[in-house]
C-alpha cells in the first residue's frame, strides 16, 4: 500500500539554522502531499500542502516541493527559531482519500 | 472559532476495564475521523464517518473497539475490554469535506491501561 517515510530524528539545530527535513513517499496514484506539525501539548495541525507534481506549498517560512521524479516532499525552512521547536508530519492522501503519515520528526531548535 | 474538543484529555485504567472518548467536531464539518497514535509513531486511522455513516472502518479492531457518531455531530469511541498494548494517544478530527487531506485535529485523549 501507499506509505510515506520521514528522517529519523530528533534533528537539533541553532537558531537561525537551514532547516530540511527529508520526506520520500510511495504511491500507486497521484497523490496530494502535506506537512503537519505538532507543537508540544497541542493538536497536529497543518503546515502546508501540494496536489500535483512541481506545485510548492509555503506557509510560515516553511517550503516543500512536490517533486514527482523522486518521490520526494522534502521540508525547508531558511532561518529556524526556537518556537518552530515540534513534530512535524508528512503524509499523504491515497486513492481512497485516506490520509497516511509518516513517523514524525522531531525539531530541537536552540538559541 | 472553537476547534475540534476531545474528552477526557488523559485516562489511566486497569485492563480489561472498558473506556469511552468523546469527540465534538467543528461546527459544520461533515467528516470526522478517530485516529491512533502510538508513541513515535504518526497517527492512523482507525474509522471515518461521513455524516451518520462509518465510510472507512477496516482498521477498526472490531472485536473490543466501537464508535458511534448520532445525529452526525459528536463521536464517541469506546475500548471494551481494554488491553495493555491499547496505551496510546487518541485522536479526533474533522474536515469540511473528505477529500481534501486538509483535517483538524483535537488534543488527543491518551490512554494508559496498566
Known amino acids: 500500500g501507499d506509505s510515506v517515510t520521514q528522517m529519523e530524528g530528533p534533528v537539533t539545530l541553532s537558531e537561525e539554522a537551514f532547516l530540511t527535513i527529508n520526506c520520500t513517499y510511495t504511491?500507486?496514484?497521484?497523490?496530494?502531499l502535506f506537512w503537519y506539525v505538532q507543537y508540544p501539548g497541542e493538536g497536529l495541525q497543518l503546515l502546508l500542502k501540494?496536489?500535483?507534481?512541481?506545485d510548492k506549498g509555503s506557509n510560515k517560512g516553511f517550503e516543500a516541493t512536490y517533486r514527482k521524479e523522486t518521490t520526494s516532499f522534502h521540508l525547508e525552512k531558511g532561518s529556524v527559531q526556537v518556537s518552530d521547536s515540534a513534530v512535524y508530519f508528512c503524509?499523504?492522501?491515497?486513492?481512497?482519500?485516506?490520509?497516511?503519515f509518516g513517523s514524525g520528526t522531531r525539531l530541537l531548535v536552540r538559541p | 472559532e472553537a476547534g475540534v474538543v476531545q474528552s477526557p484529555r488523559y485516562k489511566i485504567i486497569e485492563k480489561k476495564q472498558p473506556v469511552a472518548f468523546w469527540c465534538n467536531p467543528i461546527?459544520?464539518?461533515?467528516?470526522l475521523y478517530w485516529y491512533l497514535q502510538n508513541l513515535g509513531q504518526g497517527p492512523e486511522l482507525l474509522i471515518r464517518y461521513e455524516n451518520e455513516e462509518a465510510v472507512d472502518d477496516s482498521q477498526l479492531p472490531k472485536d473490543r473497539f466501537s464508535a458511534e457518531r448520532l445525529k452526525g455531530v459528536d463521536s464517541t469511541l469506546k475500548i471494551q475490554p481494554a488491553e495493555l498494548g491499547d496505551s496510546a494517544v487518541y485522536l479526533c478530527?474533522?474536515?469540511?469535506?473528505?477529500?481534501?487531506?486538509?483535517?483538524?485535529f483535537g488534543e488527543g485523549s491518551r490512554l494508559t491501561v496498566l
Open positions: 503524509a499523504l492522501t491515497d486513492s481512497s482519500y485516506k490520509l497516511i
Open positions: 504511491a500507486t496514484g497521484y497523490p496530494s
Open positions: 461546527s459544520g464539518h461533515n467528516t
Open positions: 478530527a474533522s474536515s469540511f469535506r473528505q477529500n481534501t487531506g486538509e483535517l483538524f
Open positions: 501540494a496536489t500535483k507534481a512541481d
